[in-house]
C-alpha cells in the first residue's frame, strides 16, 4: 500500500522567512514519481514539481527548492524568503506506474504567511 | 491553453436529491480523474478513465455513484441519492497519458454541500 505523511497540519510564518513543507512517503514499488502541489483558496491544484524515484538530484526553481532523499524517504519543499501569495495549502503526492496508477495524496500543509 | 473546466463550482441539495457534476479536459487529453477531496484532506480518487474506458473504479461507491465518459472527452459524475456525507469538493483531473509519472491537471472542484 502506498502512504504520504504530511505531519505538519499547519505553518505560520513572517514574510521573508525561510520554511520547509516535510513529505515522507512509503511504497513497495522500485519505480515511482513524487509530485508538490499547491492549493490557494480557489481550489484549484497547481502543479509544482515532479520527481522519479531513480533522479535523487535536488532541484531548485526560483524562491522553491526540493530535498528528495531516497534513503529517509523523503521529499521535503522548501521556499526561500516566503512571501503572502505563497499563503496556500500544500500537498506531497505519490505516484505509482503500475496498479492504480493514481496519485495518493498526503493531507496537506496549511502555510500562512503573515505580512 | 484552456485548463480543466468544471461545473457548477457550488452546489447545495438536500439528502436524498440527485446531483451532476460536469468535467471538460484539457484537449487532447486521453485520461481523466475524478477525485473527491473532504475537508482538510488530500484527494482521493473516485474513478479514472482511459479515452472512454472506466479503467479503475474501485474506489467508487457505485450503489450511489455513477459516472461516465461519452466520446472519450467530457465526462460526468452523478451521486444518486446523495448523503450527508457526501458534502465534499469534487476535482476533475486530466493527464496526457496513464503512465503513473504524468502531470495531472486539475479544474476548480465542485463544492457539493449536501443538507
Known amino acids: 500500500a502506498q502512504k504520504v505523511t504530511q505531519a505538519q497540519t499547519e505553518i505560520s510564518v513572517v514574510e521573508k522567512e525561510d520554511v520547509t513543507l516535510d513529505c515522507v512517503y512509503e511504497t513497495r514499488d522500485t519505480t515511482y514519481y513524487l509530485f508538490w502541489y499547491k492549493q490557494p483558496p480557489s481550489g484549484e491544484l497547481v502543479f509544482l514539481i515532479r520527481?522519479?524515484?531513480?533522479?535523487?538530484q535536488n532541484e531548485i526553481s526560483g524562491r522553491y527548492s526540493w530535498n528528495f532523499q531516497k534513503s529517509t524517504s523523503s521529499f521535503n519543499f522548501t521556499i526561500t524568503a516566503s512571501q503572502v501569495v505563497d499563503s496556500a495549502v500544500y500537498f506531497c503526492a505519490l505516484g505509482a506506474v503500475t496498479g492504480r496508477r493514481a496519485l495518493t495524496f498526503g493531507s496537506g500543509t496549511r502555510l500562512q504567511v503573515q505580512p | 491553453e484552456a485548463g480543466v473546466v468544471q461545473s457548477p463550482r457550488y452546489k447545495i441539495i438536500e439528502k436524498k436529491q440527485p446531483v451532476a457534476f460536469w468535467c471538460n479536459p484539457i484537449s487532447g487529453h486521453n485520461t481523466l480523474y475524478w477525485y473527491r477531496q473532504n475537508l482538510g484532506q488530500g484527494p482521493e480518487l473516485l474513478i479514472r478513465?482511459?479515452?472512454?474506458?472506466?479503467?479503475?473504479d474501485s474506489q467508487l461507491p457505485k450503489d450511489r455513484f455513477s459516472a461516465e465518459r461519452l466520446k472519450g472527452v467530457d465526462s460526468t459524475l452523478k451521486i444518486q441519492p446523495a448523503e450527508l456525507g457526501d458534502s465534499a469538493v469534487y476535482l476533475c483531473a486530466s493527464s496526457l497519458r496513464s503512465a503513473g509519472g504524468d502531470e495531472q491537471y486539475f479544474g476548480p472542484g465542485t463544492r457539493l454541500t449536501v443538507t
Open positions: 520527481r522519479n524515484s531513480f533522479d535523487e
Open positions: 478513465y482511459e479515452n472512454e474506458e472506466a479503467v479503475d
